[in-house]
């Protein structure tokens, strides 16, 4: 026969458990406003402590990740004390959850929601089945950087996030759209690699505006009936670079060309 203490036994641990999660939630909450504060000092420290922008997109990256880890645990922790009397209230576990959500509701609020799709591919091109190639810049890239090679996976992900981007077809001749792809690239601020118009290459590069770093720019022109087509690839040395720059690159260039 159970005793008036086995009995108590379930509610008298209630407390001792509440005590663990509103421990557990404290700690989280701490935790989150050292890791946002992380995220607004990664830009920071590159802009005005001159922190190479691998790095201080490094931690960009991890305070991102971190913050993801904690808002679920907010959310599970939310979950349990919802069904328990003694706790830390879901509050406080709901505080958690928006800490953590934070970096990454910046970074989508500031890229716009027709570019989070973009947030992990770190190569685009407008021709997914026959991309243009990197000559020259190649050998400006150092060990742990990106490869430029063209995967049929980096093909799949980008048609299914962006199936209308596709090339420049211009009504200009092989040399004028040359030219004016030429221009183009000038009038944009990007420093030039390589010139090839015998093979209707261009190569260039690009600083990212927010942590500086260095994304490769290939153009190549082909003559197509009476015209040409132009083709623009854009990739990110390091990562999976700035989030949306790639494809805003490829428009903002097709914008400005005219013909």
């Not at 001792?16 to 404290?26: A, D, L, N, P, S």
């Not at 209230?89 to 928006?98: N, V």
């Not at 040359?178 to 221009?183: D, I, P, S, V």
């Amino acid at each position: 026969m159970k005793t008036k203490h086995d009995w108590n036994f379930a509610s008298e641990s209630t407390p001792e458990r509440g005590t663990k999660i509103r421990w557990i939630v404290r700690t989280g909450i701490i935790l989150a406003v050292i890791n946002l504060l992380g995220f607004v000092a990664a830009p920071l420290s590159r802009l005005h402590l001159n922190v190479p922008g691998t790095i201080a997109f490094q931690l960009f990256t991890y305070t991102v990740q971190i913050g993801l880890v904690l808002a679920a645990t907010g959310l599970v922790l939310s979950i349990i004390t919802a069904f328990m009397k003694t706790g830390p209230g879901w509050k406080s576990c709901l505080f958690l959850l928006l800490l953590g959500l934070s970096p990454i509701g910046a970074v989508l609020g500031y890229i716009g929601p027709d570019r989070y799709r973009d947030l992990m591919i770190h190569d685009i091109s407008t021709d997914t089945s026959d991309p243009p190639e990197f000559v020259e810049a190649v050998k400006l890239r150092g060990t742990g950087e990106n490869s430029t090679v063209y995967s049929d996976r980096l093909a799949a992900r980008q048609r299914a996030a962006y199936p209308n981007l596709g090339p420049i077809v211009s009504r200009l001749s092989l040399d004028d759209a040359l030219t004016e792809a030429t221009q183009v690239v000038k009038d944009l601020g990007w420093e030039f690699v390589n010139v090839d118009y015998d093979k209707g290459i261009i190569e260039a590069y690009d600083i990212t505006p927010v942590f500086g770093l260095t994304d490769d720019i290939v153009i190549r022109v082909r003559r197509e009936g009476s015209g040409s087509r132009i083709d623009v690839r854009s990739t990110a040395r390091f990562g999976s670079g700035e989030p949306g720059i790639n494809v805003e690159r490829i428009r903002r260039f097709a914008s400005s060309f005219r013909g």
